[in-house]
């Protein structure tokens, strides 16, 4: 189900035009999509605890997407049965003063996962590109540069054991604007809206332009990336919970075997 949303090296996405609501060639309904979540919330929980227990490597989770693109409830219904012990989440804002007197990769190095966890990143180093690009204010030059210094990176990640699995949540304008509007009239969820996401909502589509450059730019082997569609929260859920699975079970973490004598030991 997930392997036509994986964008292959070198190739784009196509975000224009790209259906923002449906997965190609499978067909689900909200019920059916909700057993099959149930189904892989429990099977990540398993294998999250094979791979903490095996403790040597550590699988990273990017989410990338517009404002309202559904980054945090890709989260928390994913690995809602996760001890949240054995999670690192990470949400990245615009860097601080601190962290400006830094290389842009120096607070996603330190906010990495320890080995058996989970690192979950909602935003992350590709902001770094992805701010700057869709306001006009990288040059072209500068971005390649940077998805140069990223693909390097996200190679010695894997080289050292931490599998990178990479998710842009695909909503369409139209989804963002009700989104939005329902920030605005709600007064439980305002709190998330700044005056300014309308400026990044202006420029939609440079930012979709940014995305395409990214993804073209930065899935590989190693770390691919996954235009999931997200307009549906229950597609979109199920979706993502699948990515995670199957990116555990390719890790195939194994549960060490004890100390010696203690299989078949009988407690007194
Ligand atoms: P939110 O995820 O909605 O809480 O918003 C976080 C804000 O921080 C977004 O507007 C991001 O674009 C911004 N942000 C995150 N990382 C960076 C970065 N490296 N450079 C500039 N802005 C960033
Ligand atoms: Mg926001």
Not at 1 to 15: C, F, T, V, Y
Not at 27 to 45: C, P
Not at 203 to 208: A, E, G, H, P, V
Request: charged content about 30%; proline content about 5%; glycine content about 6%.
């Amino acid at each position: 189900m997930i392997d036509p949303l994986r964008i292959e090296p070198g190739s784009a996405p196509k975000l224009v035009g790209r259906d923002t609501s449906a997965v190609p060639e499978w067909s689900i309904d909200k019920s059916d999509a909700e057993r099959e979540l149930a189904e892989r919330v429990v099977q990540i929980d398993l294998l999250q605890n094979r791979l903490f227990a095996e403790n040597a490597r550590s699988m990273l989770l990017v989410l990338q997407g517009t404002d309202t693109a559904g980054k945090d409830g890709a989260i928390k219904n994913t690995f809602k049965q996760v001890n949240p012990a054995f999670l690192h989440v990470t949400a990245f804002k615009a860097p601080s003063s601190t962290e400006l007197e830094h290389d842009y990769l120096w607070r996603v190095h330190a906010a990495l996962p320890e080995r058996g966890r989970i690192g979950i990143f909602n935003r992350s180093h590709y902001e770094d590109v992805l701010v700057p690009r869709g306001r006009g204010l990288l040059s072209a030059g500068r971005v390649a540069q940077r998805y140069g210094h990223i693909n390097d990176f996200e190679r010695m990640l894997t080289d050292e054991g931490t599998s990178v699995v990479k998710v842009l949540l695909h909503i369409s304008k139209e989804e963002q604007r009700q989104r939005l509007q329902a920030r605005v009239d709600d007064p439980e969820k305002r709190w998330k809206m700044r005056l300014a996401d309308l400026d990044d909502r202006k420029l939609w589509d440079d930012f979709q332009s940014a995305y395409e450059e990214m993804i073209e730019a930065t899935s590989t082997e190693h770390a691919p990336w996954y235009v999931v569609p997200a307009d549906r929260k229950w597609l979109r859920n199920v979706v993502v919970a699948e990515i995670v699975v199957r990116a555990l079970e390719a890790m195939a973490p194994t549960i060490p075997p004890g100390d010696d004598g203690i299989a078949g030991l009988v407690v007194e």
